[in-house]
């Protein structure tokens, strides 16, 4: 190393140390650190909007959505049943325009139909095109959409592969608060968020790398050098039959109604008891969603329902290998820093047998014998 490369080194040194003491200085000081960090906040919020633009533009994008019938048949329902004559609609995240042109054709007075992204042009042409009366085109971010007089119908489908990662809670939140009437519905506002525990087909299952033992090479050593990333331990699929069966009784972790949610009452932590009622090998929980209207009209994204919206894949939280049996109860934790970052996720589990558990309602935090 020459001189010079010393003289960077030592400068590159010197200056991480002041940067480090200056925020280590900033922290000390709330007001300054909340206008630094809400300022770094908002241009997070700005890339995701802006990843989010350029995927939506994207025909190939909307084909998918265009061609998931289960999506196509549950909006057309919900529309033709809650949308009135007369009625003033936001359509938000309209995409090609096509949940817009059923809410005209509806009776709806005025159609606002907003999205971000460019495709807004082809829905431009594709409503000239159809015969599309009373809609009006809104280019831009819905946090900018502003009315004279409120709406009663906001439409919206900003459901992500695991519910919350379109920002769907924020945005319609924010509309809701801003320009909805009182009284005026939202489409659809009721939402269940699943974290079923499952057994994976036995084809499909793929251990991490630390449980396997391929024809006698055993890999064990590498349990201490697991990756940190946190997208190592998640994917997604549309495949139905990737999962072989729920090891319990599906229960919803999260449910909620849009309509009177305040983002603040989103806990951070969901933990549940659930009892196994088809033992076998955990292999980890499967993310999905069910969203509801009336009693008769839901649309779900289950890996086990054959009337699933394919164009939504669910994901798979991965666990280590665990047998239980039926009669047992798996203990599971899940947390988020930020429920639309899949990626600040994390969740924990514990095998009980049916007697410890019961004990263990009794007798306090005594976890002895206990799997994770």
């Known amino acids: 190393m020459d001189d010079l490369q010393r003289c960077s080194v030592r400068a590159c040194t010197a200056l991480g140390r002041r940067i480090k003491v200056l925020r280590e200085w900033v922290l000390r000081h709330p007001r300054l650190a909340n206008w630094i960090f809400r300022n770094e906040a908002e241009a997070d919020f700005d890339r995701y909007a802006e990843d989010n633009r350029l995927i939506f533009s994207q025909y190939a994008e909307q084909e998918r959505m265009l061609a998931d019938r289960p999506r196509m048949d549950f909006y057309e329902a919900i529309i033709d049943r809650h949308v009135h004559h ?15 042109a059923f809410a005209s054709r509806r009776g709806a007075k005025v159609v606002y139909a907003i999205d971000h992204s460019s495709i807004i042009e082809e829905a431009r042409t594709l409503a000239f095109h159809n015969q599309v009366e009373r809609v009006e085109f809104c280019s831009g971010h819905s946090s900018r959409f502003t009315v004279e007089e409120p709406v009663d119908v906001i439409v919206q489908e900003q459901m992500g592969d695991v519910l919350f990662d379109e920002d769907m809670v924020v945005n319609v939140l924010d509309l809701r608060d801003r320009v909805l009437r009182k009284g005026g519905r939202i489409l659809p506002a009721r939402f269940e968020l699943y974290c079923e525990p499952v057994q994976l087909r036995e084809d ?30 998640t994917y997604s699929s549309t495949d139905p039959t990737l999962v072989d069966h729920f090891l319990c009784d599906p229960t919803p972790l999260i449910s909620f109604d849009l309509h009177t949610l305040q983002k603040a009452e989103l806990a951070m932590q969901w933990s549940a008891a659930l009892p196994v009622v088809k033992g076998g090998r955990m292999d980890g929980y499967a993310v999905f969603f069910r969203a509801l209207v009336d009693d008769d009209l839901s649309l779900t994204t289950s890996p086990v329902d054959p009337g699933r919206a394919p164009h939504w894949g669910f994901r798979i939280l991965r666990t280590e290998q665990m047998a239980v049996e039926t009669g047992d109860v798996i203990d599971m934790t899940l947390a988020a820093d930020h429920w639309p970052d899949l990626d600040t996720w994390s969740w924990e589990q514990c095998r009980y047998t049916g007697r410890q558990y019961r004990e263990c309602q009794f007798d306090g935090d005594d976890e002895d014998d206990l799997e994770s």
């Open 86 to 100: 007369g009625d003033r609609v936001i359509d938000l995240g309209t995409g090609t325009g096509i949940l817009a």
């Open 204 to 233: 499909s299952v793929v251990p991490f790398i630390w449980e396997l033992s391929v024809k006698g090479f055993d890999f064990r050593p590498l349990e201490g050098s697991r990756p940190h990333e946190r997208h190592y331990f």
